[in-house]
């Protein structure tokens, strides 16, 4: 990383310099101004509370840094940039760019995030080559005889030999490092044209904690090795004039995954085998094999227009034709070399069902809208948008069945299908300015998604959801703003009364095709009642509904208000604070059922969910000494807390539903903040600041989780997030020329 910035610096400097050099040479009388700005300083981090948290997406530095290098070189109509931000940190950022205002610009980019999942990952597994995971063979051996081959007798004391072996288990970095370097360059050869190209390079690099299961009672987390690299081109020639303009080009998205298989070694076998039950166990096969993203490719060629064709419209329309591709070669159904003998219609499940995906997608865009002011007062806004996902993926039968989790042949044929769709949607709306500073706009709405699986149309599975929407914005006095806004909305589906999941008498809908009822109010009041103050009130509320859903989701609403105060009580001295209030309330229903789907009602069970979070904070600006010194002070905390409610009636399964005593979750975040900036001379500031934050996590699933539950079937990675505590102080200097 150091390599890298030091180079991105250097470079760009020396082509500040080397600008700067040229400019000042030009015999033109336009003077050369150079500004700049450099802000670093120390910092120190008192950690009571280590969690990778606290750094999951930044960097908090110890002792020197950077935190941001400026410099601008400007001459008549030309210029140059750099910018430089956390420097040395895995979260560097910079741009550069040089140009000359109406002919060229050229801007180049480099941006460094980090992810990190967790500090405490550890893991008895060694990669042994990339996507390639190892376990002890004397482990493995010992567990294997213990446990008769083709049964799941004493298969706790295999377990238990496990178990006692996940105590060396290795310490891994879960974290991934995304680093991204962009470029956008505009040409203007001759009004009207001009030439644009912008792309971008990204790798992505590290592990995430990933599930890779060899049975019910067999979970193992695993650290997915994530080496990816995307290239993304676009290229473009516009065309400008007064009545409008025209653009058309291409662009191109490079996805490349150099670690497209994964595979790892089975704890409780070491030679394969199988058994009728072996996938509830998990200890038939010696392996596990499974896919990880494929390299692919997309382009596309597109077409965009703005005119104008008379005073006051404007037409706009998009249009774009593109293809996803995809051929990598497939897996073979199993890599347990005793599938083949176990049923003659595994004779070839050791091959892959084809060679390759012959993976292929093409996609329709297209985009018209109309904003026209049709007489005095009176304005339209309407459109059509439409876009087709036709998957041209070649149908894939599978007539001899399929390997479960590489332990056990399932003799049950199935199809893999193309899954297509279209998105289409329908919008006007009108805004009729009723009076002065008063508009009602009302407009409506209809979008349609049609699905269709397989290569030939077997169902109308279409949606249609049609919504209505009125809003009335007002400013009747300088000190009072108001806007409301009220949304009916009503979601029909084809399928509705000819779809089952089960069985007839078990009307379940997924939620994202269920016929639905929505209503929504937003309402805003913004208020000066005397000099310096001004208060924001806001309120929200949604309701959905699910009038034909028996099971499935069946309800989900929203309830929001919220107020925002701030206060001018001096000249630089303001005062400000902030509350809002948020629950969401959702009702599901299922049934309990085995391998055979019940049909005693009893077995049904209900849960209500629902979710609060409450949001509060205040700070102040003061000037301390008159263009001179300044000190800002601001706090902030918000909890959010997850409850349940379940009920099953008696004499089911389950039999009177047990609730939880304590929460689901509940999250806890605390920060407060404070600064004094002091002018030292004209171009110089001191800045003393100090920092603390706290985060507090309590989850019925996430917390204090372990890497051994081998007794209960499971190899995790340990990977917690768990509270923290920090307190940063920071001494920095700013300087600007």
């Not at 934050?693 to 204090?704: A, G, H, Q, W």
Request: hydrophobic letters at 40%; charged letters at 20%.
């Amino acid at each position: 990383m150091k390599k890298t910035t030091l180079s991105i610096v250097c470079i760009s400097l020396v082509l500040g310099l080397f600008t700067a050099s040229a400019w000042a040479q030009d015999k033109k009388d336009d003077e050369l101004v150079i500004k700049g700005s450099i802000a670093a300083g120390v910092q120190a981090v008192k950690e009571i509370e280590r969690s990778s948290k606290f750094t999951e997406y930044r960097d908090v530095p110890r002792g020197f840094f950077v935190e941001s290098l400026k410099l601008d070189l400007t001459k008549g109509s030309r210029y140059f940039y750099l910018s430089a931000m956390n420097v040395q940190q895995a979260d560097e950022k910079f741009q550069a760019g040089v140009g000359d205002y109406g002919k060229f610009k050229l801007d180049l980019g480099y941006d460094s995030i980090p992810h990190r999942f967790s500090f405490d990952g550890a893991t008895p597994y060694v990669e042994k080559t990339p996507g390639v995971f190892t376990l002890n063979d004397v482990i493995r051996s010992a567990a294997e005889a213990l446990v008769p081959t083709g049964t799941s007798t004493n298969i706790a004391a295999a377990r238990a030999l496990v178990s006692s072996f996940l105590t060396n288990a290795g310490p891994i970095d879960l974290g991934l490092q995304r680093k991204k370097a962009t470029l956008d360059f505009a040409y203007t050869p001759s009004v009207p044209f001009s030439f644009n190209v912008a792309g971008s390079y990204e790798t992505r690099g590290g592990n995430r904690p990933f599930g890779a299961p060899l049975g019910f009672s067999n979970a193992i987390e695993l650290p997915e090795p994530i080496h990816y690299k995307t290239t993304n081109v676009d290229t473009n020639l516009e065309y400008n004039k007064p009545w409008g303009a025209v653009r058309a080009g291409f662009a191109a998205s490079l996805f490349d995954n150099d670690v497209q298989t994964l595979f790892w070694d089975n704890p409780y076998r070491i030679t394969d085998s199988t058994y009728a039950s072996a996938y509830s166990a998990g200890n038939g096969t010696a392996h596990g094999q499974m896919a990880l993203p494929y390299s692919n490719d997309a382009v596309r060629f597109y077409l965009n227009a703005s005119i104008k064709p008379m005073k006051g419209t404007r037409i706009s329309a998009a249009a774009s034709l593109g293809t996803f591709s995809q051929n990598q070669k497939l897996l073979p159904f199993t890599v347990n070399t005793a599938i083949p003998a176990s049923d003659p219609l595994a004779a070839g499940a050791l091959s892959a069902p084809r060679e390759s995906a012959m993976a292929k997608a093409n996609i329709t865009s297209l985009d018209l809208t109309v904003n026209s002011r049709l007489m005095e007062s009176l304005y339209l806004t309407a459109g059509v948008r439409y876009y087709d996902f036709a998957n041209k993926i070649e149908e894939l039968d599978i007539p001899n069945g399929y390997t479960r989790m590489d332990q056990v042949w399932e003799a049950i044929p199935h199809t893999v299908e193309p899954y297509s769709f279209t998105h289409s949607r329908l919008f006007g709306d009108l805004t009729y300015n009723v009076f002065k500073n008063t508009s009602v706009r009302v407009g409506y709405s209809l979008y349609g998604v049609r699905r269709q699986e397989g290569t030939h149309e077997t169902e109308k599975n279409k949606t249609e959801d049609g919504t209505f929407k009125v809003s009335v914005d007002s400013n009747p006095m300088d000190w009072l703003t108001l806007r409301v806004t009220y949304l009916n909305s009503k979601r029909t589906w084809s399928l509705d009364d000819t779809w089952y999941a089960y069985i007839p008498s078990f009307n379940f809908k997924r939620y994202f095709e269920a016929a639905r009822d929505r209503q929504a109010v937003n309402a805003l009041v913004s208020l000066t009642p005397i000099d310096n103050l001004d208060i924001q009130l806001t309120y929200s509320i949604g309701r959905d509904d699910y009038p034909n859903s028996d099971y499935g989701l069946t309800r989900d609403d929203f309830d929001m208000y919220g107020i925002d105060l701030s206060y001018a009580f001096a000249k630089n001295q303001t005062l400000y604070g902030f509350y809002s209030h948020e629950v969401y309330d959702a009702d599901q229903a299922s049934r309990q059922s085995g391998a055979t789907f019940s049909v005693n009602p009893l077995d049904d069970w209900t849960a209500n969910i629902k979710d609060t979070v409450d949001t509060f904070g205040a700070g102040q600006t003061i000037e301390l000494l008159a263009d001179k010194l300044n000190f800002d002070l601001s706090a902030s905390y918000s909890k959010a807390a997850g409850s349940s409610f379940l009920f099953s009636p008696p004499g089911g399964a389950p039999n009177a539903a047990l609730n939880f005593t304590d929460p689901l979750d509940s999250t806890t975040w605390w920060t407060v903040q404070s600064s004094f900036k002091w002018k030292m001379t004209k171009k110089l500031f001191i800045v003393l600041s100090y920092w603390y934050e706290l985060y507090d996590l309590k989850d019925i699933v996430r917390n204090e989780i372990a890497v051994d539950y081998a007794a209960a079937g499971a190899i995790f990675l340990g990977a917690n997030e768990p509270g923290y505590k920090y307190h940063v102080g920071t001494v920095k200097f700013i300087y600007s020329w």
